[in-house]
């Protein structure tokens, strides 16, 4: 798969990407990859943070629904090693370069925020590291694989597109919070969203999910639990 599938429009107003001239070489290290962003914001934290060079193709999306801008992002990304980044991050340029060297090496590895909340209390299988959505790092071959994120699913979104990768045969790996998050508002759900949520995974990873709904259950129901994104 080349890395310009799918480009889309240069001069898109929300486009920013490489000049076609080949990777971006970065302390001799190549760096050509693309950032989805989705925000209803017109100034972010993480658009300051992302470096601004000919190898990094950023794609911000403003579309209705979390999920569906994570798809139009990655379908117009302009290279196949793809970074989706929460809007409120502070980052350096070291903890960038490092991820994308990891994404790029490693095609068959989604790589993930380590999540917080029930998730990482359970026992789950080898290649599955539980986390969310506001770092995520994978290869559009992954994206493709899964069918992308659930559009419909307002929440849990980013829960079922790791357990689809690794159900696709991709190993999912938690990365250590070496960022800042400036955003502290939370998101919080209460019994009727988290049992939905329970439902949703259970009935699209009947055999992840089914063995540990016990436990997910006993944590979750009578619980308002709050979620930071």
Known sequence: MSDTDDAPDADRPDARSGDGHGPTVVDGKARPVSVVVPTARE???????????????????????LNR???????????DAVLLLDDDLVFSGAWFDGLTRRVR???????????????????WPDGFTPGMGRVMGFHRATWRAVDGFPVPCAHGGDTDFLMSAHES????VG????????????????????????????????????????ALLATKVGVGVGVRR
């Not at 992302?50 to 629904?65: A, F, M, N, Y």
């Not at 250590?176 to 998050?181: F, G, I, K, R």
Request: proline fraction near 7%; charge should be negative; glycine fraction near 8%.
């Open 43 to 65: 100034s972010t934290p993480t658009l300051d943070a992302v470096p601004d060079d000919d190898g990094v193709d950023l794609r911000v999306r403003r579309d209705e629904g």
């Open 69 to 79: 801008a994570r798809n139009a992002g990655v379908r117009e990304a302009a290279h």
């Open 105 to 123: 090496a490693n095609p068959d590895t989604v790589y993930t925020a380590q999540g917080a909340g029930i998730l990482p209390e359970v026992d």
């Open 169 to 172: 045969g991709r190993d999912v």
């Open 175 to 214: 990365i250590d919070h070496d960022w800042e998050h400036r955003d502290d508002d939370v998101d919080r759900y209460g019994l009727t969203d988290n049992l939905r949520w329970l439902w949703f995974l259970l009935w699209r990873h009947p055999r992840l999910v089914a063995p540990r709904l016990p």
